[in-house]
């Protein structure tokens, strides 16, 4: 089983500070995704990151994939409580077809 | 554009009683799945099924069974629901090399 970290478990910040998620693994994987999950809801996909050193931004949202595949960021600048959520990092193993490993979450709230 | 639905949203079940949990995906996914989510554990995999007429059993599929009627509908039943089978149960689909589309959940108490 490739197991997925991620840190913080919990996060509390006030509204237009900066934060960065770590999602840390010792396995490699083909392509790593994030996912935000609002109260009631199920999660939803922001990104998929595919290779070594990539990164993407989605407006104030910043992704990185590790160089060696194995770990993955996720910076968000000048927070709003709008990123209020659940955020999952989910990674693809080799030859697993399109089965995930999913972290265990971020619980980020951001305070006005 | 529904995506993916799941009904019922909330369910009450006694120890020992029987139900199923029903899924359809609009988007023509060939692989669906049923994950469990329950605080400080994350998504687990119960179920899934790459495409239409399989299935394989995930992380913790002891107490359940699934069904993949067709393409569009995958379903998961407890046949003897027991207290440690509350949760919120989740259904997804997805295209090969593609992200996962959720449903909005089914919160399961079981008393």
């Known amino acids: 089983t490739q197991l997925l970290e991620q840190s913080p478990q919990f996060l509390s910040i006030q509204e237009g500070e900066n934060l960065t998620v770590y999602c840390n693994s010792s396995?490699?994987?083909?392509?790593l995704q994030w996912y935000r999950q609002e109260p009631g809801e199920g999660p939803v996909l922001l990104v998929t990151?595919?290779?070594?050193?990539e990164v993407k931004k989605l407006k104030r949202l910043t992704f990185q994939f590790g160089d060696a595949r194995k770990d993955s960021s996720l910076h968000i600048t000048a927070a709003q409580p709008g990123d209020t959520g659940l955020y999952l990092c989910?990674?693809?193993?080799?030859?697993?077809?399109?089965?995930?490993?999913f972290g265990g979450g971020t619980r980020l709230m951001v305070k006005p | 554009n529904a995506g993916v639905t799941q009904t019922p949203k909330f369910q009450v079940l006694k120890t020992g009683q029987s139900m199923t949990l029903q899924c359809a995906q609009d988007?023509?996914?060939?692989?669906m799945y049923w994950y469990r989510q329950d605080p400080g554990m994350g998504l687990r995999l119960i179920y899934y099924s790459a495409s239409e007429g399989t299935t394989d059993k995930g992380e913790v599929p002891n107490g359940y069974n699934v069904s993949r009627l067709n393409k569009r509908e995958f379903s998961l039943r407890l046949e003897s629901a027991a207290p440690s089978q509350t949760s919120v149960y989740f259904c997804?689909?997805?295209?090969?090399?593609?992200?996962?589309?959720f449903g909005s959940g089914t919160r399961l108490t079981v008393v």
């Open positions: 988007m023509n996914h060939n692989s």
């Open positions: 997804a689909s997805s295209k090969a090399n593609y992200g996962y589309t």
């Open positions: 990151v595919v290779t070594g050193g």
């Open positions: 989910a990674g693809q193993p080799p030859r697993a077809g399109n089965m995930l490993t």
């Open positions: 396995s490699v994987f083909s392509s």
